[in-house]
């Protein structure tokens, strides 16, 4: 090393840590690991649940079977990569190289948008089409006004979802679009 | 056999000025150093169980830590406007009464240079102050070793002439 850059460093390492109070900081990690480890046992726990209630409280035909199942997969296609999005800002792995990081992280912000633009509109589709068919199922003796007032009100439903998914692009794009672009930046460099 | 919570103090002794020093570079600013420093240990604990003595510690823990800066910075993106309001009382020095070599306006503008610098060029000089190899740094970074020198020659010439 020159002797410029021997003064540099001489004056840089005369900095010292503000000090952190660690165990303070230790036994917080720990109550965040615990939760944690609560939420992924206890929201299958709870899905699981709610599914047996569904399929236990109401009448075996095939219009209900047929719906909650279509309910099923659409709450799987959303919550899946919602889980798996946090679970990997949480545990990612850190101790890679900066420029494979940047790399998978990009590639992670980008599966990220599809969150909204991909998966919420899968969910917003299959649980239209099973609550037409519970409609249908349940309303099998009513009026014909009667189910066509029913399945107006799940296309409703879904120009709700639809308008709802659109807010979740715009804000999903406004989080994440500057941190793509900067990082690029950074990878340009 | 250690355990998770003495490992951790362990490797916050070991090494709690040289990543402060790194993220007070890279950020330029007290303020969001002290936050960088307690995300990067946030990240150590995190990633505590994946260490396995592949690398030294030392390559590790500086992995993490460039990493979260790299994140943090790229999430804050008002964090640039902040670099200019390093002030004295945010350095926590210890130049010594007998050392009248150094001042705090130096060390002040030193630490403002570096945090003014690309990204990468931040790291590579923090490293390079803690005495990690070029190989280290290549490996650190992701860039290879005769890039990190080309680097070096041009970070050298950039702090010369902000520091003049």
């Keep these: 090393m020159d002797n410029q850059l021997q003064k540099w460093q001489n004056l840089w390492q005369h900095q010292k840590s503000n000090s952190l109070d660690i165990d303070k900081l230790i036994s917080q990690l720990n ?6 480890k609560f939420q992924r046992i206890f929201v299958p726990i709870l899905f699981s649940f709610a599914v047996y209630l569904m399929v236990t409280h109401l009448s075996n035909n095939l219009y209900n079977i047929l719906s909650i199942s279509l ?22 792995k850190f101790d890679i190289s900066n420029q494979h990081f940047i790399d998978n992280l990009i590639k992670k912000l980008k599966q990220k948008v599809l969150i909204p ?17 519970a409609f249908l199922g349940a309303l099998r003796n009513s009026t014909t006004y009667v189910q066509l007032f029913a399945q107006m009100t799940a296309i409703i439903l879904f120009i709700i979802l639809l308008m709802v998914r ?24 | 056999m250690i355990n998770k919570e003495q490992l951790f103090k362990q490797t916050y002794e070991q090494s709690k000025d040289k990543i402060y020093r790194l993220c007070l570079g890279f950020a330029g600013n007290n303020s969001d150093a002290d936050d960088l ?5 946030i990240k150590v604990w995190n990633n505590l169980e994946t260490f396995r003595n592949e690398s030294s510690i030392n390559t590790w823990i500086y992995k ?20 200019s309001y390093l002030k004295p009382e945010d350095l926590n020095l210890e130049i010594k009464e007998s050392d009248p070599s150094y001042t705090e306006l130096e ?16 790291i590579i000089i923090s490293l390079l102050f803690e005495n990690s190899s070029y190989s280290e740094i290549s ?26």
């Design chain 1, 31 to 36: 109550k965040m690991e615990r939760t944690a």
């Design chain 2, 107 to 122: 060390f002040k503008k030193l630490y403002q240079a570096i945090s003014e610098l690309k990204e990468r060029d931040r």
């Design chain 1, 166 to 189: 659109k807010y979740g692009i715009k804000r999903y794009e406004k989080q994440i679009f500057p941190l793509i672009k900067k990082l690029e930046k950074i990878n340009k460099q």
């Design chain 1, 71 to 92: 309910i099923v997969i659409g709450i799987l296609f959303l919550i899946v990569p919602l889980l798996k999005n946090r679970d990997n800002l949480i545990n990612d």
């Design chain 2, 139 to 164: 490996e650190i970074v992701g860039l290879s070793v005769s890039n990190v020198g080309v680097r070096i020659n041009r970070i050298k010439k950039t702090l010369t002439k902000k520091l003049k």
């Design chain 2, 64 to 83: 993490i830590a460039t990493n979260t800066a790299l994140l943090y910075v790229s999430r804050k993106n008002k964090f640039n406007k902040r670099i």
């Design chain 2, 37 to 41: 420093f307690q995300e990067v240990f």
């Design chain 1, 117 to 133: 633009k991909r998966y919420m509109l899968i969910f917003s589709i299959l649980l239209t089409l099973a609550f037409n068919i």
